[in-house]
DNA sequence: TTCTTATATCGTAATATTGCAATGTAGCAA
DNA sequence: TTGCTACATTGCAATATTACGATATAAGAA
């Protein structure tokens, strides 16, 4: 055990996990935050904006992409990240599946 | 090491995080999804509904009201769960905050 | 009281994640 | 060439997560 039973679960909601995944950590928010108020693509300036090590910055940028939220390019000797607005809207419009009109009963 | 780093991250940022990782497992998603599609509240439907065991999904449900995503009561001898809107508006509301106008110059 | 039903908790094995030092690699400047 | 800068990768120790059998617990039925 320790590993999570995907093979019983249908693509999408795998999909989905792997997405809200990449996104369940604190630092992965944050490059996320930092990505997001630089409007345009930065590259490890994260390494002096987070208090983390330079090796760990690496890998959970490397966990983000791999989850497809953000996207990278090779510029020279840096490296450009940006976010993939494809699946922000993919987790939002999940996030709209679950709303109701009116409160259940029980709660 | 195995731990995060919490301590160096603003609460709101460790509270999104905390979120989004309730989400990060498909068991999680497949119960949501399941509290979702019943409109109103249900109880352990879900072991005849999951391929998982009892304490598993017993443990998932605790993770997730643990994260307040969902809020349970007691009717009798069953637990009756159900979403808590205001968890997924804030979750609706990061994602909001992360889009663009226009794409950047460089993905 | 005893039985059943619905759930939670404990304990534990298997595996995954986190963080980092050390090391590698690739491009560019001198 | 040497050296620097900006990364990525490897390897490992510490810790967390996942899954479940066994065992509680609490309410209601018989």
Redesign the pocket.
Known sequence: ?????SAVFSEEINDLALLF?AL??P?RIAIIQFLRAQETCI??DLVNELP?????I??????LKNAGIIQ?NVS????CYCLNQDKIKELDAFLASLKYDQSPTCC
């Open positions: 055990m320790g590993t999570t039973k995944k369940g950590h630092a590259c490890n983390l090590a330079q090796p760990t690496s890998q959970h940028l490397k966990e990278g020279g000797t840096s490296l």
